[in-house]
């Protein structure tokens, strides 16, 4: 072969380590600076850009209260796992349970699915329901196969975290 054939070759392989070397420490640099999350904003300020956008200076009371229900679960608190003592407020809406960076309560539980549970009111009451997780979810001492009620002081186990509702 010609001198500019092994030329060419050396250059060829020389930009093929290359792009292996940079691939490498971009891989390395998202394992070390992980996830990056960002804040969501509060549905104050949702409102207020939308009322901007709309021109409508019109300000809206905002809902009455519902009526305090005292048997009513109003947080959810970790009791067992790597996260005890961690809580976290009951509103209006649903809460995602598991690993994902994406879930209202995030478990650092390895036995937790990335969306393992799902937690949301209905009829008053609130309810539980596995979705789909490897490894299941167990309320009380029975697993989970269908969505059922969570009264207060009701205990579910994912994983090795146990969440326990409270009044």
Request: net charge positive; charged share 25%.
């Amino acid at each position: 072969m010609s001198e500019l054939t092994y030329t060419v070759l050396r250059l060829g392989l020389l930009v093929l380590l290359w792009v292996l070397v940079l691939s490498v420490v971009g891989v390395l640099r998202r394992d070390v600076f992980g996830t990056r999350v960002v804040p969501r904003p509060s549905a104050d300020a949702a409102r207020g850009r939308s009322d901007r956008r709309g021109g409508d200076d019109r300000r809206s009371s905002p809902p009455p209260p519902p009526p305090e229900d005292r048997s009513v679960p109003r947080q959810v608190v970790v009791v067992e796992g790597p996260l005890r003592g961690t809580s976290l407020a009951l509103g209006g809406g649903p809460v995602l349970v598991g690993r994902s960076p994406d879930c209202s309560l995030v478990l650092d539980d390895d036995y937790a699915s990335g969306r393992h549970a799902r937690l949301f009111p209905r009829d008053g009451r609130w309810w539980v329901e596995d979705l789909g997780s490897t490894n299941g979810t167990m309320l009380g001492r029975e697993p989970l196969g269908a969505p059922a009620p969570l009264p207060a002081g009701s205990q579910l186990r994912i994983g090795r975290t146990v969440l326990e509702l409270r009044r």
